[in-house]
């Protein structure tokens, strides 16, 4: 979930007046440092004032005309902003709390706290796909831009029983992409890019040349899955249980970390984890 953190504007940033002394600007420095440690920062900055923008007003006819600065509104004008992105409300609204005192200590200002939206809130049409793809590259790495990445995550797993297996997994509140499941495989969705195949041990074994592990009496792969909260973690193995799996050992607890998983039908491990970057312990 990603938010932005906003503060308003005040008659000193509009006149582009800032504190004699080095104390806020050493507090923002601390406070982006830690937002950074914690993993959360997307994005930040502080704005000039209005003085020096433009506006372009969008006219009924059409036209648009551009409007100088400065603009007499103050307490509706931004003076600066802070990209995060967490699990939670909750995680959002303490990274805001903390937000030092954006006009010095001791001086009246606003902060704001607005959810931005996601790709998943607007209905799935053509546009939308074609934003999506901009989106995914957007968030790559510079040096990977132009280049061949891997965009989707697809976890083959051999199963027993496969219609035991589907029944088991929706009712976990899965879903299954009907254009790659048959008779002989099913694709289990478990996020935007994540998708296990779910084979049956015949069908799984023509992909290979070696034996197929028995994830009863070996383990061969762990796959963890993220969670938003405690109580997802909580839910989630707990309605594994009810479907027929197990409860994969005892729930770990770190403070930041807290990750507890369950076994499928045929002994495959998934675990679950919910971390609250904010309580990551100083380094």
């Known amino acids: 979930m990603r938010f932005m953190i906003i503060v308003k504007a005040s008659a000193d940033s509009e006149a582009g007046i800032f504190p004699e002394d080095d104390t806020l600007m050493a507090e923002m420095t ?53 990209v995060i992105q967490v699990r939670s409300i909750e995680e959002a609204m303490e990274w805001a709390r903390r937000f030092p005192a954006p006009m010095g200590a001791g001086v009246e200002a606003t902060i704001e706290l607005r959810p931005l939206y996601e790709i998943d809130d607007f209905a799935q049409t053509e546009s939308i796909s074609r934003l999506r ?71 799984f074994k023509t992909f290979i040349d070696k034996e197929i592990a028995d994830p009863r009496r070996t383990t061969e792969v762990l796959t963890c899955l993220s969670c938003d909260s405690r109580a997802e973690v909580d839910a989630v193995v707990a309605n594994a249980v009810k479907a027929g799996g197990t409860a994969h050992r005892q729930p770990q607890d770190h403070g930041f970390m807290y990750a507890h998983g369950f076994e499928d039908l045929d002994g495959h491990i998934w675990e679950l984890a919910y971390m609250d970057m904010s309580a990551m312990p100083p380094q």
């Open 133 to 203: 793809e901009i989106d995914h590259v957007s968030k790559w790495p510079a040096s990977l831009q132009g280049h061949t990445v891997h965009k989707q995550i697809f976890v083959n797993l051999a199963v027993s029983d496969l219609p035991r297996s589907k029944v088991f997994f929706e009712a976990l509140g899965l879903s299954f992409n009907p254009q790659f499941t048959n008779e002989q495989g099913a694709c289990l969705v478990i996020g935007e890019n994540i998708c296990a195949m779910l084979l049956t041990r015949e069908f």
């Open 30 to 82: 601390g406070y982006h440092e830690a937002l950074q440690k914690a993993g959360v920062l997307l994005d930040g900055s502080g704005l000039k004032p209005s003085s020096q923008g433009w506006r372009i007003h969008c006219g009924t006819d059409g036209k648009r005309t551009v409007v100088d600065g400065p603009f007499a509104e103050t307490k509706e004008l931004i003076a600066g902003y802070t």
